[in-house]
């Protein structure tokens, strides 16, 4: 069983910066691939960006590449999703999520085994 609880969300201004973190644990979450999902009111959960497990693969959804940045600590066992010119239409919740299975499944919400519960995250114009 892998435990994730999501931090950083907030409330900021267009333009602005957050950094979320994933705090996982559990079992090895080192040879987890980790993955962040968003979801806004009344819409679908949507895959944003993925890390595989060493850290060196890397996956963005078009709508945040040049602006996310997604990042991986094994050691702390810590993921993390740093959000750069952050727009309204970023409002949603966001989720951290961890598989084991191929990175490709990685970038589907049912790839995906474990969930957290989500940080809340509102851009204001």
């Known amino acids: 069983q892998v435990q994730l609880v999501e931090s950083g969300g907030g409330l900021v201004q267009a333009g602005d910066s957050l950094r979320l973190s994933c705090a996982a644990s559990?079992?090895?979450?080192?040879?987890?691939?980790m993955a962040w999902f968003r979801q806004a009111p009344g819409k679908e959960r949507e895959f944003v960006a993925a890390?595989?497990?060493?850290?060196?693969?890397?996956y963005y959804t078009g709508s945040v590449k040049g602006r996310f940045t997604i990042s991986r600590d094994n050691a702390k066992n810590l993921v993390y999703l740093q959000m750069n010119s952050l727009k309204p239409e970023d409002t949603a919740n966001y989720y951290c999520?961890?598989?084991?299975?191929?990175?490709?499944?990685?970038?589907?919400?049912?790839?995906?085994?474990?969930w957290g519960i989500g940080t809340l995250v509102t851009v204001s114009s």
């Open positions: 890390v595989a497990w060493d850290g060196i693969s890397k």
């Open positions: 559990g079992r090895t979450v080192s040879s987890y691939h």
């Open positions: 999520a961890a598989n084991q299975d191929s990175f490709g499944a990685t970038m589907r919400v049912n790839g995906m085994d474990y």
